[in-house]
Every structure is written in structure tokens, then in C-alpha cells.
């Protein structure tokens, strides 16, 4: 089979442009998968995306479509949309030579729209801007190919207008795939060059490796090496991906699909990595990926001891099959052993807890997440910290620098206002503003990272009622006067609970917090201090009251001092407990620190 009829394309889009269900129309008018066995996001296969309604993992798929006589095989890669699964989306494109950029009929050009069509301009592919949603009686597809224009530059005169839900206009993009995407450049007779896209891990088979040929062909029986790790194994299973796995024997050059070897070292396989013949003619390593560039960061305490190393093994195996978060020991006083994890945003960290809870059945204890901040010494070097407790006495620092995200907001006009004032409230610095279309607006502010992991992002919903689409990027470290606040509780300091805020909103966070900790922790037998500190200073108190005991219910008349006896002698007994008594704190207040929002201003 000659490369001339492979096509390798990417769906990318904002988030619920309709990416999956397009996916659905194109298996079931290429006759991949029987009408009996047709459900709606079909290759979103977790549980989890099929509830949130939303694609998490990058899925491949290889359908067949014939174009004037010839059969061509149509290798389609489904890509997530939200900001914080980008590099999914990074990965997918680099196996790629095009990509499908789907825009919303009736929502027109949003902030992940731009920020994918630019990943997939640098990468070199060939982009086919497609209108989807056309049905919808408020569709403007016109004004859309307008705003594609416009925001990202891409000529979208002859951008298809298609619906993923009713199959209109699907045939006609398939053919258009055929004729404007690129087929593949590498060469059957040239040695083996395999990229290592995506991996999973099944309890039977082993590791499960998602593979794109670039180079010569691959066949069971044969040696493969990973450059990568200096492993060496034997091809036991070559297949596709149709969208169930089906074994085929052989891959040839620009072909996708998966390698099955009885790997069972998850530490043996790395995503990015090149796999050739053992002990063919030498070749150069594909590139590979860029190692991502973590946001956030919090940690993962199992809440029993004993589950350590099955937190252990179950991060293991999702770092396998989601390369873009890793994890390292870390020990805490108040919680014990567990895990430094980095993702590349909240809704990333969310999700990977609740895999972790589903899929590996483990129970536990997540810390408020943080953002990585450098610190600038007295001698002049530079170090990074990943969690507020790293962070070193005011003597042994000059500097603290912060990391600064450059923020485009995509609004309609009428909400400028209500977006302006927000990014003011959040530290935000005004750059540009641009008009997409007489009724949408793109606003672009340099606002720190840390500002919009509290609670930016809710607020911009809220206030915009939902019209307004957000997209970030790091655009470095910049100083600010910045100060540790501790959370005391009965004069402890909870090390899992010590944030780094702002001087100027360092009050108002830590009564926030201790207002909110005050409702989560429940009373005890003895009376517990709730504090809020910056170095030794107290800025701010709450008191969780005792529960209390009517000693003198029994005392019927008589002398008063017997009654003053009794009220002594407990207050002598609450005040030895508080001495030795452990406070019990529930999850819900370590997210206390997450928590923001006008809510905790009341009692």
C-alpha cells in the first residue's frame, strides 16, 4: 500500500463544538461501526467523559472512505477541547499532517479555537476550517467564517457548513479531506521509525502502545527496539484501531495503530519515544514531545497509611496513559506520607483524583493546589519551589517572583464592563482589546497564574453568564510583593493548609479561609483557635466553642459554691484536654483554601 492513499487529521475546537459527535457521523457514514452498535461520543470510551459530556484522552480511529474509484484510509485522531488537556492535543497533532478546526455555528470563534489552530499553523499542518452545528435555527454561518478571518488569519471562503448531529454536509467533508490534506512523506523501503503517541495499560496484555509509522513498516515477530529506555521486544500483536482494536500483522509508513508486546514494566515505555528494528541500520530519534510545563500543584495523601503504595502503583498507571502529570514523594506533618503531584490545571487535577478514586478504588486526602514561584537569594542564584511550605525564612531571600499568564477573553460587548472589573479585582493588567465582530470582543490581560487557579474562572462565568471562553499561556516569572500565610489550628501550624498571597489581599484570604474552616471542622470537647498568620503576626482569629455539658443538672438548691466547684472542676478538665487533644479535620477544610467567593465573607 502506497502512502498517496493515507490521510492522517486531527479534529481540534473549542470545547462542546460538537469534535465527538462529528467523530460519530464519520464511522457511521464510512460504515466503521453497524447502525445496531452506534451510541452517541462513541470514542469517548471512559465513564468519565460520557458524564461530564466532555473528551479527556486523545482517541484514534482508522475508517476508509472511497474518493473517484480509489479506497483511501482516513487515520482520525478525536482531540479534547478545554485548556487544561492541551498537550493531548499537542501530541495528537505531531502524528498528524492536517487538521479539521471546528467552529460553532452559533457561538462563532472561541479562546481554545484560536489557541488550537495556532498549535496546529506551528506545527506545519494543513488546517480545513468546517462550520458545525449549521441546524441550529440561530446558526450565522457567514458571520463565523467572518471571525475565522478575522481572530486567526485562516481563509475560510470555502469552510464547509456541516452538523455532526444530523450527518449534513459529511460526505462532502470527507471528500475534502482526501483532496486538501497532505498524504504522508516516509518511504516503505526506508529503516523502521516508529512514534510512540500513547500508551495504556491492560491488566491481561500488558502494555498497550499507540503507535504512528513515519518510516518503513513494522510486523509481528520482529525485534523492536525503544531508543528511548534501551528496551528490546518482540512484536506479538500489530494492529488497528477500527475503533475496536483488530489485528492486521503489518503497519506501513503514515499508518496508525497499536503494538502489543507482554510489557509489563510501566517505567519500560515513554510517550514521545522512537521505536526501530533491534539490530537494523541506525536512525536518527523523531523529536518527540516537549516535556510539559506544569501549572499547578498539589498533594495526594492516601487517608489510611496503608494505601501509600497503592496510591503509588495507581499514579503509575496514569502517568503512563496521561504523560502530562507527573508525581514525587512528599512528606507532611499533619497528613504523613503521599505524593507532589503536577498537572496543567485544575480541571486536569480533578479529574486524574477521580480516576484515582474510581478506577483504583483509593480514598484520600487532596491539599489546596499551588502554582511554582522562584525565589531570588541573597547571593544572587535563583531556586523554585512547588508548595508554600518550601518557602524559606524573609532573611534568606530578597525576592520572590511569581508566575504571569498572558489571559484572552472572548465576550460578548455587553459584558466588557463586568470582564474589565474582574481582572482588575485579580491583580490584571490591561494589554489590548480586539473586536472579532460588531457583537463579540477579545480581551487580553497579563494576569498571575495564581489569581486564576483561586477562583477567576468562576467569577468570569458567573458574570458573563457563561458567553465568556478563557485561554491562557505562561509567559514567565515577574516580582511581586508576595508573604506566607499560615493557618494555625490550636496554635499548630496545618502545613497543608499555608498558602502564598498577596500583602495586600493576605488578610482578606485568611479570614475567608478561617470563616470557611470554622463551618467544615465540627466541635469537640474542648474549645478550638482557628488563626490566620503572616511570620509571627496574628491577622486574624476564629473560635470553634466546645461542646459543653450541664455538670450542675444534678444539683438541686443547696450552697452555690458546690455548683462553682463543679463548673472549676471542668473547666480544669477542658483545659488539660486542649493540652493533649488532636483536632480532627475533615477534607472538605483542606478545600477550604480553594474555596473564595462572597460565600465566606458571611457566617
Not at 517505567?267 to 537494523?280: A, L, S, Y
Not at 531571600?397 to 482588575?424: C, D, F, H, T, W
Not at 473586536?435 to 487580553?444: A, D, E, I, M, N
Request: hydrophobic share 35%.
Amino acid at each position: 500500500m502506497t502512502t498517496d492513499t493515507i490521510r492522517n487529521f486531527a479534529i481540534i475546537a473549542h470545547i462542546d463544538h460538537g469534535k465527538s459527535t462529528l467523530a460519530d457521523r464519520f464511522l457511521e457514514l464510512t460504515g466503521a461501526v453497524l447502525k445496531r452498535d452506534m451510541k452517541a461520543q462513541l470514542l469517548d470510551s471512559m465513564d468519565l467523559e460520557r458524564e461530564r459530556g466532555i473528551t479527556i484522552k486523545a482517541s484514534a480511529v482508522t475508517i476508509w472512505h472511497t474518493y473517484k474509484g480509489t479506497r483511501y484510509e482516513l487515520n482520525l485522531i478525536d482531540t479534547p477541547g478545554h485548556v487544561d488537556f492541551n498537550y493531548e492535543v499537542q501530541k495528537a497533532l505531531q502524528a498528524c499532517e492536517g487538521a479539521l478546526l471546528l467552529v460553532d455555528a452559533s457561538q462563532g470563534v472561541e479562546a481554545q479555537t484560536v489557541a488550537n489552530a495556532y498549535l496546529a499553523v506551528e506545527g506545519g499542518l494543513e488546517v480545513l476550517p468546517v462550520i458545525n452545528k449549521i441546524d441550529l435555527p440561530h446558526a450565522r454561518p457567514d458571520m463565523v467564517r467572518e471571525e475565522i478571518e478575522n481572530s486567526i488569519g485562516i481563509d475560510a471562503t470555502g469552510a464547509l457548513g456541516v452538523s455532526g448531529k444530523t450527518g449534513m454536509g459529511v460526505a462532502e467533508l470527507l471528500d475534502q479531506i482526501v483532496e486538501r490534506i497532505p498524504s504522508p512523506k516516509g518511504k516503505p523501503d526506508d529503516p523502521l521509525r516508529c512514534l510512540i503517541f500513547d500508551a495504556q495499560y491492560d491488566e491481561y496484555r500488558g502494555i498497550i502502545v499507540y503507535l504512528r509509522v513515519v518510516d518503513g513498516s513494522i510486523s509481528e515477530r520482529q525485534q523492536i527496539h525503544m531508543l528511548g529506555t534501551d528496551k528490546v521486544y518482540e512484536a506479538i500483536e500489530i494492529g488497528r484501531f477500527t475503533p475496536g482494536m483488530k489485528r492486521c500483522g503489518t503497519l506501513g509508513p503514515g499508518e496508525v495503530g497499536y503494538f502489543i508486546s507482554n510489557i509489563k514494566q510501566l517505567g519500560d515505555v515513554r510517550i514521545g519515544d522512537t521505536m526501530t528494528v533491534h539490530k537494523g541500520p541506525k536512525v536518527v530519534m523523531l523529536p518527540g514531545y516537549r516535556p510539559p510545563m506544569h501549572m499547578v500543584y498539589a498533594d495526594f495523601f492516601p487517608t489510611n497509611t496503608g494505601d501509600f503504595e497503592g496510591l503509588r502503583e495507581g499514579l503509575t498507571t496514569l502517568a503512563l496513559s496521561d504523560s502530562s502529570f507527573d508525581f514525587e514523594p512528599v512528606t507532611s506533618e499533619a497528613l504523613g506520607f503521599g505524593f507532589r503531584c503536577g498537572f496543567l490545571g485544575l480541571l486536569h487535577m480533578e479529574i486524574v483524583q477521580e480516576r484515582l478514586e474510581r478506577e483504583h478504588d483509593l480514598d484520600m486526602i487532596q491539599t489546596a493546589p499551588t502554582v511554582t514561584y522562584e525565589i531570588v537569594h541573597a547571593d544572587g542564584t535563583k531556586s523554585v519551589i512547588h508548595s508554600p511550605g518550601q518557602l524559606p525564612q524573609p532573611d534568606k531571600y530578597e525576592q520572590i517572583l511569581e508566575p504571569n499568564a498572558r489571559v484572552a477573553i472572548m465576550v460578548p460587548s455587553e459584558y466588557i464592563g463586568n470582564v474589565m472589573k474582574i481582572a482588575a479585582d485579580h491583580r490584571g493588567e490591561f494589554v489590548r482589546q480586539e473586536h472579532l465582530s460588531p457583537t463579540r470582543v477579545q480581551l487580553v490581560y497579563d494576569i498571575p497564574l495564581a489569581e486564576i487557579i483561586y477562583d477567576f474562572f468562576d467569577k468570569l462565568k458567573s458574570s458573563t453568564r457563561g458567553y465568556g471562553t478563557l485561554n491562557y499561556e505562561i509567559t514567565g516569572f515577574k516580582p511581586s510583593n508576595l508573604v506566607k500565610l499560615r493557618v494555625l489550628v490550636n496554635t499548630k501550624e496545618v502545613d497543608a493548609l499555608t498558602c502564598i498571597v498577596h500583602k495586600d489581599q493576605a488578610e482578606y484570604r485568611g479570614r475567608a479561609i478561617i470563616k470557611r474552616m470554622r463551618k467544615e471542622i465540627p466541635r469537640h470537647q474542648f474549645e478550638i483557635a482557628l488563626q490566620a498568620a503572616i511570620d509571627s503576626r496574628i491577622i486574624a482569629r476564629e473560635t470553634i466553642a466546645a461542646y459543653r455539658k450541664d455538670v450542675t443538672a444534678k444539683c438541686y438548691g443547696g450552697d452555690v459554691s458546690r455548683k462553682r466547684k463543679l463548673l472549676e472542676k471542668q473547666k480544669e478538665g477542658k483545659r488539660r484536654m486542649r493540652q493533649i487533644g488532636n483536632v480532627d479535620i475533615p477534607q472538605k477544610a483542606f478545600l477550604a483554601v480553594l474555596g473564595g467567593g462572597d460565600d465566606s465573607e458571611g457566617d
